[in-house]
């Protein structure tokens, strides 16, 4: 049995959108929720769902169609980061290809590689990931240690790289470096058939078991001047620019699994017997559930405000920094209580909530810690002059 959550009616979608997400709804209920913990044991999610994918016109949404996209907005992006999370199915790395990669080659790339790579992205043929994070460089990427030195016309590349999503997968990877002589950072494109570039292991994680993050490495890969992506030196603030939208794209997910996670909860107390009288009817659950919804609440207020100022151009990252805390330790808080509701049968693999619970205690690290998003949110009360 599945019950109505009362929610605030969603007016920053239009028909058109609720139109896409009919399709997306279906496309994730036929093609990706019944394989999804296959994948989660397989630890990958085959690349046929790409193509499939991208038939549909749900990769790389907001991407033009002078670049090979279908030149939808955000809102289509937030519509596949909804219906995913709602299945609980964060195997396929769509986000990371269509949020995060995508939107570097689209703003910052020369016409060349946006010809070679965009229409590819689109249509699935390639699969994209990002390759910031080092063993010793996290949330403080001004510590990274992989660096590019000019080698005549071009360059080569030294370093390695871990927790990187779709690394067993991807096609092209946009990779953080700092040139040889410059501590600034810049971004490469970087083909990831090219010699040198090797995948290690797939990592071994708590949760996103249908998600092959690996450890990636760069053994003195020789790349021409046009891998560059954009200006030398202009890395760190690329990477800025596309803070907010990355920010919100976890939002926008952790928001939905969430809201998931406690309309599956409902459910089960309504049916659940304890002591002779349904879980639903216990005080103590009504309280817990009644502040799980009213987090929840708060949230889809935020996040839908955010979307209206990201579609308006005016969401700042210090906002979208703001609202990761706040989204991502409310789905920590709603999936402890939840998993906490079902008792044992909550610590079972077989039950979503248990598999909720594993996969979100990494959105509270990922795209930078709470830690990280405390102190961006406290500089703005303390501005620099």
Known sequence: MTLPIPSL???????????????VRRFVAQEIAPFH??????????????????????????????WGGVGGDYLHSAVVLEELAYAHAPGPGFAIHSEMAAPYILNFGSDAQKRAWLPRLVSGEAIAGIAMTEPSAGSDLHAIRTRARRDGAGFRLTGQKVFISNG???????VAAKVEGSDAMSLFLIDAALEGVRRGRKLDKLGHHAQDTSELFFDD???????????????????????ARERL????????RAEAV????????????VFGSALSELQNTRFVLGAVQADLTAGRALIDRLLQEHADGALDAATAAGAKLWVTEALGRTVDACLQLHGGWGYMNEYAVAR??????????????????????????????
């Open 262 to 273: 406690l309309r599956e909860t409902v459910a089960y107390a309504a049916q659940r017997q």
């Open 9 to 23: 009616p969603r007016r920053v979608f239009s028909e058109d959108h609720e139109a896409f997400r009919e399709q």
């Open 168 to 174: 067993q997968l991807a096609d092209v990877f946009i």
């Open 221 to 243: 890969v020789a790349l021409p001047e046009t891998a560059l992506l954009g200006h030398d030196g202009q890395g760190f603030r690329y990477l800025m620019k596309g803070l």
């Open 249 to 256: 794209t976890i939002c926008v997910t952790c928001q939905a």
């Open 356 to 385: 909720a619970y594993a996969d979100a205690r990494v959105e509270r690290i990922a795209g930078g810690s709470s830690e990280i998003m405390k102190e961006i949110v406290a500089r703005t009360l303390w501005p620099r002059r």
């Open 37 to 66: 913990r296959a994948w989660e044991a397989e630890g990958a999610v085959p690349r046929a769902l790409w193509l499939k994918a991208g038939a549909l016109g749900l990769l790389c949404p907001t991407v033009p169609e002078c």
